[in-house]
């Protein structure tokens, strides 16, 4: 036996064909520019995105600006543009901070003073009814209208520059004209609420991906909404070049970079 076992460490076995293309398929698969090496990454970046997120958040009147940063962020992970995403979240955060930050306020008054109305309508209608339960509807579709505003205001300021009022009143357009991406995008917001709410193990994974994912899958949604819009604003920019170039004047620059919905 000793013999034997001098001869196996002197002449070792030689990988057969099968093993080596085993080990070649697990090399390719997490080689640099493999799927599983690009999905892990992905996943690494939204995590350190929900990281700076919750953490900016923290002062609560730092919402807003965390939350533009987060769709500016999630735009060039969707879009493959990022250059690291800490840079990238700090950058826009600091260029968002302003007008984030007022409609953070205007949004977060407008939603206490509609949370108010709704409760006082509510605990007035199960006593009495009647005219309350008309006030009581018109509260919740103001309500809806702010979770709209809530949805793609700062994602439009993410994108693209304007004023505040356009800002917000092109986002409320984007959600009217554009009802499936809402309802996915509510869908995809709803499944979280769900999930939080019923599975334990969903809490742990929220934290550390849950408000990154939203961000990137919203921003997925987003992306190919304003393809069409951009496209269509680019025709009609060079349209405008043209016919100044056949006039012999120069072309009106527009004031706002956000498409006209």
Known sequence: SARRVSLWTAFPQVPSKADVGKGAVVMGIFRPDGKAYAFLAKLSNIAILNFWFVLCSLPVFTFGA???????????????????????????????????????????????????????????????????????????????????????????????????????????????????????????????????????????????????????LSARLHLAVFARQESRRAALADGEKAAAANAGMPASAKNSAQPEY
């Open 66 to 216: 965390s939350l533009s940063a987060m769709y500016a962020s999630a735009y060039k992970l969707a879009e493959g543009t990022e250059n690291t995403v800490t840079r990238d979240f700090f950058a826009a955060f600091r260029a968002n901070f302003g007008q984030s930050t007022k409609m953070w306020l205007i949004q977060a008054a407008a939603g206490g003073l509609l949370g108010a109305e709704i409760w006082f309508w509510y605990i007035r209608r199960a006593s009495q009814g009647g005219m309350e339960d008309a006030m009581l509807v018109v509260g919740v579709c103001l309500l809806v209208v702010w979770l709209l505003e809530m949805l793609y205001g700062f994602a439009m300021q993410a994108r693209f520059e304007n004023t505040l009022k356009n800002t917000m009143r092109n986002a409320l357009l984007f959600a009217y004209r554009n009802p499936l991406a809402t309802c996915l995008q509510a869908a995809v917001f709803a499944a979280g609420v769900w999930l939080n709410t019923t599975i334990v193990f969903a809490n742990i994974a929220f934290l550390v991906y849950g408000f990154g994912c939203f961000g990137y």
